[in-house]
């Protein structure tokens, strides 16, 4: 019955619906967009938090370099050092940020640019679930519906301050539309689109959903599989199981230009490993259910502040917010009404549950499972980005919900008026039990009085917006409200809900510009220095920042700080005290903190060692434990020896200073640094910046090693006299990534030329 309903829409009542066409829904979608996010559109606010801090200067470092005619691969203005695109969150070579590069005015990209790309991945979104809606449904109205509960559900509004993660998911809907209908169609056609568009959505930068997506896909895979091998067999279906290895392996090795660097950076990182506890931060824990119907039960964290007072750190907020929106909730229980007649509703409520008890962390064994079995899922945390498959699965269910509810009126009247007075008595329950209190606690009376003003606000809330869905569906299924009338006033009341719930949710009062223009006046004079002379700023102690930890990306001024995920394990040598670490690593200025005057100021030290110098002693300790013990002990003399972890062809251990040595930099750029050398002794050409692999030495043109030397810097063995010594970036994992890149665009170019061309013989050889 569920099957011909899907098919047939003639006589039913959803006739009266509003018609429309694609370009209609797409512009509706694109409206609603942009009036979600108008205050950001019209620069009355701005995104927050790791926009401000990461994302922006991401995209304005790898912008403003690509338009200065420079491959970013290294960044050399924060953490001492970093391997820039290998970090993926870089998203260089995600084809839409590559577009930024041609709104770079000097030396800066506008902020305003990246929030537009962002939001306009929110319409992306709404547009991809729409058009895979209507795909599995055959019903544009009912699509929109679809499109928009993903769009602005609660898990894309909270991550709107994480581009990398807004970017990626919008292009889900997608990837499974177009890997559904390579299954269904066995096309290899298909399997090369399905390929480029994941592609795509890896290159924007989120390892940890990406494993989610192939989840996702291997589960649909599987139910695919088996219904087709019951259908017709298993000779005719097993055609399905080379494509779905297609799609995977086509996708990695369009991606490899970022996948090989990135996979060479992860076991240097401080993400190469993290504990099962580590892993179980950002669960959702079961009292948290409640936000599925109060989504700010507990309290919630904004541009605003936080004012939330639930499980974990103010961030798990967003890392666990399942919130889709009342009228899609209440959609998705008529979907799962017809769950024995339509295939589809069972996979997406499976779905639905699988990411629900993933997300519970410890309270379920499957993170447990996961992380123990499957590679890959032992290297993140937050469980509850889980939500991300529970969003897209109620987004479905609840157009099939009103797919239902408008095409099997008729036959299930009195079933429909059970479902709809069902809800709101639970509701009016919901709601009366926090008015009682009985779901909340605290020990602090203050505390538990304002806790209950806020969930008495939210729950009556919630609950207004339940009985007008419902008395809007009671007026409907009674005969009182047309079919067209009940479908546009319920996408406004979807739409009302979630823009109640998070219009102002990222609406930040700071903008990067003037973000960044704080320090200015500190910013302007390094920058003149920095025309003298190269040095670094140790700009952070424990938790004061004067100099915001990316700003050298924005800058140009060489930081010691930084904030990236993949942050390289060894930033800092070790020392007999800070000092002699900033003196390492060139700390010209160093932050100094006055606790009882409470202020901070940048202090200049006399100490720091230079950029480049020359040693003439050589020590290998190849233990770890045995060199940072040794660099720690006081003994050591960074200025007169260097400290190696294997053998170098060097027998000269002259202790003395030599006076006439000398090493001054000739150019320095993101990706080389040349150095003219003139020393009478042999010795080691000593680099201040962060060792790491693909560094390549040239001396008077000949290729020599890099040593890493005390502990995460870089040193060249030279001769006596004068020398040009070029140290180039030059790693190999980008190369061969750029290679197998290259590569499959072209075999995919020949596979979508191969197919066409065989479309068209089967059609000339059927006329």
């Not at 099957?3 to 509003?18: A, Q, T």
């Not at 930024?100 to 790309?117: I, K, P, S």
Request: with cysteine; net charge positive.
């Amino acid at each position: 019955m569920a099957r011909n309903i899907l098919k047939k829409n003639e006589g039913s009542p959803s006739s009266n619906l509003p018609q429309l066409r694609d370009w209609h829904a797409i512009a509706i979608i694109i409206v609603l967009v942009g009036v979600y996010f108008r205050d950001i559109i019209l620069q009355n606010a701005f995104f927050w938090e790791d926009f401000l801090y990461q994302f922006y200067p991401f995209r304005n470092f790898a912008a403003v370099s690509i338009a200065h005619g420079e491959m970013p691969l290294w960044n050399p203005y924060t953490f001492n050092g970093t391997p820039f695109q290998a970090d993926i969150q870089s998203a260089l070579f995600y084809l839409p940020n590559l577009l930024l590069t041609l709104f770079v005015t000097g030396d800066r990209l506008h902020f305003y640019w990246v929030e537009l790309l962002t939001i306009s991945h929110y319409a992306i979104a709404g547009i991809c679930m729409y058009y895979l809606m209507n795909d599995l449904i055959n019903d544009k109205r009912i699509a929109l519906f679809s499109g928009l509960v993903y769009a602005v559900s609660g898990f894309m509004v909270t991550h709107a301050i994480h581009e990398v993660i807004i970017c990626q998911v919008a292009w889900f809907p997608l990837v499974f539309l177009l890997f559904r209908r390579m299954l269904l169609q066995r096309s290899i056609l298909y399997m090369i689109m399905t390929a480029a568009v994941l592609g795509l959505a890896l290159l924007a930068g989120f390892p940890q959903l990406t494993l989610y997506f192939f989840l996702f896909l291997g589960f649909y895979f599987f139910f695919e599989i088996f219904h087709a091998i019951k259908k017709d067999g298993w000779r005719v279906s097993r055609i399905m199981v080379p494509l779905a290895i297609g799609v995977i392996v086509l996708s990695v090795m369009l991606t490899a230009i970022q996948l090989l660097p990135t996979i060479e950076l992860v076991p240097y990182s401080q993400r190469a490993e993290i504990t099962y506890e580590k892993s179980l931060e950002g669960s959702l824990a079961l009292e948290q259910l409640i936000t599925l119907v109060i989504p700010k039960y507990f309290g919630a964290s904004t541009a605003d502040g936080s004012t939330y007072w639930g499980p974990g750190a103010y961030w798990a907020f967003w890392e666990t917010c399942f919130y889709v929106g009342i009228p899609a909730l209440v959609m998705m229980l008529f979907a799962l009404r017809h769950i024995k007649q339509n295939r589809y509703v069972i996979f997406f409520t499976g779905i639905l549950l699988f990411s629900v008890l993933y997300a519970l962390g410890d309270q379920f064994i499957l993170h447990k499972f996961f992380f123990s079995t499957i590679p890959g899922f032992d290297k993140f945390r937050n469980p509850g980005r889980m939500s991300l498959l529970f969003t897209f699965s109620v987004a479905a269910l609840s157009g099939y919900g009103l797919h239902f509810v408008f095409h099997s009126l008729q036959a299930l009247k009195k079933a429909y008026l059970k479902i709809v007075t069902g809800i709101a008595a639970v509701g009016i329950l919901i709601w009366i039990g926090v008015q009682g209190g009985i779901f909340q606690s605290s020990n602090n009376a203050q505390v538990s009085q304002q806790i209950y003003a806020m969930t008495s606000k939210e729950s009556l809330t919630a609950l207004i917006i339940i009985l007008i869905t419902c008395a809007l569906l009671y007026l409907y299924i009674t005969g009182k409200a047309s079919a067209k009338l009940t479908f546009v006033v319920l996408l406004g009341i979807q739409f009302v809900d979630l823009y109640i719930f998070g219009f102002n949710q990222n609406n930040g009062d700071t903008s990067p510009s003037q973000y960044y223009s704080r320090t200015s006046d500190i910013v302007t004079m390094m920058k003149e220095e920095g025309k003298r002379e190269f040095f670094r700023v140790n700009a952070r102690q424990s938790g004061a920042i004067l100099i915001d930890r990316n700003q050298g990306m924005i800058d140009k001024i060489f930081l010691m700080e930084g904030y990236t995920p993949l942050s390289l394990q060894r930033i800092y040598p070790p020392g007999k005290d800070w000092d002699q670490v900033c003196d390492m690593m060139n700390a010209k200025y160093r932050l100094r903190i006055d606790e009882q005057r409470r202020t901070m100021n940048l202090e200049k030290a006399i100490t720091y060692l230079p950029r480049a110098y020359i040693v003439h002693q050589a020590m290998v300790i190849q233990e770890e434990k045995e060199m940072k013990a040794y660099m720690e002990s006081g003994n050591f003399e960074p200025d007169r020896m260097v400290l190696l972890d294997e053998e170098a062809l060097f027998n000269n251990n002259d202790t003395s200073a030599a006076l006439m040595d000398s090493a001054v930099i000739t150019s320095y750029r993101l990706n080389s640094i040349s150095v003219e050398v003139s020393t009478m002794k042999p010795g080691f050409l000593v680099l201040s910046e962060v060792h790491y692999p693909g560094w390549n030495a040239y001396v008077d043109g000949i290729k020599q090693k890099v040593y890493r030397a005390n502990w995460n810097q870089r040193a060249v063995l030279v001769k006596p006299g004068k020398h040009f010594v070029e140290v180039r970036f030059e790693p190999e994992s980008f190369h061969r990534g750029t290679l197998i890149t290259v590569l499959s665009i072209g075999l995919s170019g020949v596979g979508v030329v191969y197919s066409i061309r065989k479309k068209r013989t089967q059609v000339q050889r059927e006329i």
